[in-house]
């Protein structure tokens, strides 16, 4: 790992998400929402898997860059403008980490892996993207499945049951372990309905 480009790339990716005009309060400061997600997955990531590869810690801190710039009210309320939301949010993700990565002179091999892990693409079969994934899941559910729960007092427990269980299955067995032996905060009004998705 080159430090001064690897810290020259971090930096550059936490200038932009502090550009989001979406604040978030966490133990009594205001920071901006994105750069907030950013240092969460950051120091999950490190507690989770302190030996990741330099293309994972790189695309773990550029997951959600500048994301405020493509709201989901730009495409249609359905599933379908779900979907073109997801998936034009990868490529923009991925095109906006890159750009900044070539600007502090990354070569266009690691730019590419990069963006292969911030697209998601070969899940479960790309370790370095399921590595991001595990802390994308991971930092869900300790910093803001609570947050979404409140969001949609609407759904009731089959309906919560089926959404953990999506998350759960989008982990590797490293994650599960991880998560089931303590080693992340559970909020705690959902853990029944957590064990009971993940054990049932």
């Known amino acids: 790992m080159t430090q001064n480009r690897y810290q020259a790339a971090i930096a ?26 950013a240092q969460r997955m ?39 403008g779900y979907l073109q939301w997801r998936t034009g949010l990868y490529k923009f993700h991925a095109e906006t980490a890159g750009r900044l990565m070539k ?14 892990i911030v697209s998601k693409k070969a899940l479960k079969m790309n370790p370095e993207t399921q590595l991001m994934e595990d802390v994308v899941d991971l930092v869900f559910i300790e910093h803001y499945m609570l ?8 759904y009731d427990e089959v309906k919560w049951i089926e959404i953990i269980k999506k998350t759960w299955q989008k982990m590797s067995a490293r994650a ?25």
Do not use: C
Not at 27 to 36: A, F, H, M, V
Not at 46 to 74: C, D, G, T
């Open 103 to 116: 600007e502090v002179g990354y070569d266009d091999e690691m730019i590419e892996r990069v963006k292969t």
């Open 12 to 37: 550059a990716f936490d200038k932009a998400n502090a550009e989001d005009p979406n604040k978030e309060i966490f133990n009594g400061k205001e920071y901006p929402k994105e750069l907030l997600y």
């Open 147 to 154: 947050h979404f729960a409140g969001q949609h007092p609407e």
């Open 42 to 80: 950051t120091e999950m990531q490190e507690r989770y898997a302190p030996e990741a590869s330099e293309a994972v810690k790189l695309a773990v801190r550029a997951q959600h860059i500048q994301r405020w710039k493509s709201p989901r009210s730009n495409f249609p309320m359905d599933r379908q």
């Open 176 to 200: 599960h372990d991880f998560a089931l032996a303590g080693k992340i905060k559970l909020p705690e009004a959902l853990v029944p309905l957590i064990l009971k998705a993940v054990k049932g």
